[in-house]
């Protein structure tokens, strides 16, 4: 089965610009996640979508931040406007709902760096 | 406040002998614990779930062991070989938490030749 696309791969902005990313999870994954990852740490949770409604975007930066799922499918994950520090790697990850425990699937990640 | 730790020096080791990685963490009441595989420039890649209740997991030449007491859950790779370096990650799952994963921050291991 195909993976977790996302595009681009990598993105170089200027400060206060917009930016957004895109995400297709892998088919029949109703849960979605967004992830940053910063370099030298471990991915830290963005959203988590199931199926087009939000479960938790308790540590989504909300003034800047935005993401939407509209049809349960791909998503979408804006920056708006970017800082300095928002440069890392977007990690976008599914799973099935198939059981009480479901591994993650992520997808390669997109590079952005805000100059 | 809650924290996931991980060694964050590289473990850097001889082909063949088994690496060991800490995850240690703090203020939590993990349901279970994940590790994960990543590889420079790719997202994590799921290795094995251990469950609170569970001692220990294998899945090949992966072991795993989770210890509530000592909130401690360390991960092994036997005969270890230069194809299995790169940054292991664990990620804990509180109950009630639905599939929601919190990472630590990873340890790089280096197999050498």
């Known amino acids: 089965e195909a993976g977790v696309a996302q595009s681009p791969r990598y993105k170089i902005i200027e400060k206060r610009q917009s930016v957004a990313f895109w995400c297709n999870p892998i088919s029949g994954h109703a849960t979605l996640y967004w992830y940053q990852q910063i370099l030298g740490q471990g991915p830290k949770l963005l959203i988590q979508f199931q199926n087009n409604g939000v479960v938790d975007d308790s540590q989504l930066p909300k003034d800047r931040f935005s993401a939407e799922r509209l049809k349960g499918v791909d998503s979408t994950l804006k920056i708006q406007p970017a800082k300095l520090e928002d440069s890392a790697v977007y990690l976008c990850a599914s799973s099935s709902n198939r059981g009480q425990v479901n591994e993650q699937f992520f997808g390669p990640g997109t590079r952005l760096t805000v100059l | 406040s809650q924290k996931i730790e991980q060694n964050s020096e590289a473990l850097n080791i001889q082909e063949g002998k088994t690496a060991t990685l800490t995850c240690n963490y703090t203020?939590?009441?993990?349901?279970?614990l994940q590790w994960y595989r990543q590889d420079p420039g790719r997202g994590p890649v799921f290795l094995l779930l251990i469950r609170e209740n569970e001692k220990e997991k294998r899945k090949e030449r992966l072991k795993v062991t989770f210890d509530t007491t000592l909130k401690q859950s360390l991960f092994h790779i036997t005969a270890s070989q230069p194809a299995d370096s790169a940054t292991y990650l664990c990620a804990l799952v509180k109950r009630a938490a639905g599939n929601k994963l919190t990472f630590g921050g990873g340890t790089r291991v280096l197999v050498k030749p």
């Open positions: 203020n939590y009441s993990p349901a279970y």
